[in-house]
């Protein structure tokens, strides 16, 4: 069965920042197009940052510059190192698998909860 | 940049049908995804690639696109399918999109 479980969040301060992390089971990360998608509270889904297999990089422009995707091998795991955090960040940030010719995602993690408040 | 339309919120009384619309320029031309989402819990693809179906997705979910118009039709909707419903796009101005999410109430 794959599993992908998301941790990390918690309260930061405006400016600060935080390491996401997916822990991935059943499927190999760096095979894959993997994703994290945030939702603000009462608001709709957003992405915000692919790796593909090949390692290429996407990311959503209101992230650009402070949101850093990345992968461990070893640890079959994928990272968000969110940097300059601002309170429109706060969200639930998902991790998931997705397929990278149709882009869609067909496994989704739990979520993990970042709030950004003084 | 590429914009995904649809609407807040349909109701449809059980054992009745449900069609939310996905309105985007051209739409007919991409590969449209849906998403369920129930409170507290994470999105669950219901169709992928216009009208195809995961395994385990029941066959009442079925979905289509024409134009300027995607949509995700739900036949004999049951209580269980009260849920946020989600298209998504990938387009080369956008990258990854997300439509603003659809209220499905079952009355």
């Known amino acids: 069965e794959v599993q992908l479980v998301e941790s990390g969040g918690g309260l930061i301060q405006p400016g600060g920042s935080v390491r996401l992390s997916c822990v991935a089971s059943g499927v190999t990360v760096s095979s894959n197009y993997m994703s994290w998608v945030r939702q603000a509270p009462g608001k709709g889904l957003e992405w915000v940052s692919s790796m593909y297999m090949s390692g290429r990089i996407d990311n959503a422009d209101s992230v650009k510059g402070r949101f850093t995707i990345s992968r461990d091998h070893s640890k079959n795991t994928l990272y968000l190192e969110m940097n300059s955090l601002r309170a429109d960040d706060t969200a639930v940030y998902y991790c998931?698998?997705?397929?990278?010719?149709?882009?869609?995602?067909?496994?989704w993690g739990k979520g993990t909860t970042v709030t950004v408040s003084s | 940049s590429y914009v995904l339309t649809q609407p807040p919120s349909v109701s449809v009384a059980p054992g009745q049908t449900a069609k939310i619309a996905c309105g985007g320029n051209d739409i007919g031309s991409k590969s449209v995804h849906w998403y369920q989402q129930k409170p507290g819990q994470a999105p669950v693809l219901v169709v992928y690639?216009?009208?195809d179906r995961p395994s385990g997705i029941p066959e009442r979910f079925s979905g289509s696109t024409s134009g300027n118009t995607a949509t995700l039709t739900i036949s004999r909707v049951e209580a269980g399918d009260e849920a946020d419903y989600y298209c998504?796009?990938?387009?080369?101005?956008?990258?990854?999109?997300f439509g603003g999410g659809t209220k499905l109430t079952v009355l």
């Open positions: 690639d216009d009208s």
């Open positions: 998931a698998r997705g397929v990278d010719d149709l882009y869609y995602m067909d496994v």
């Open positions: 998504q796009v990938w387009d080369s101005s956008s990258d990854l999109l």
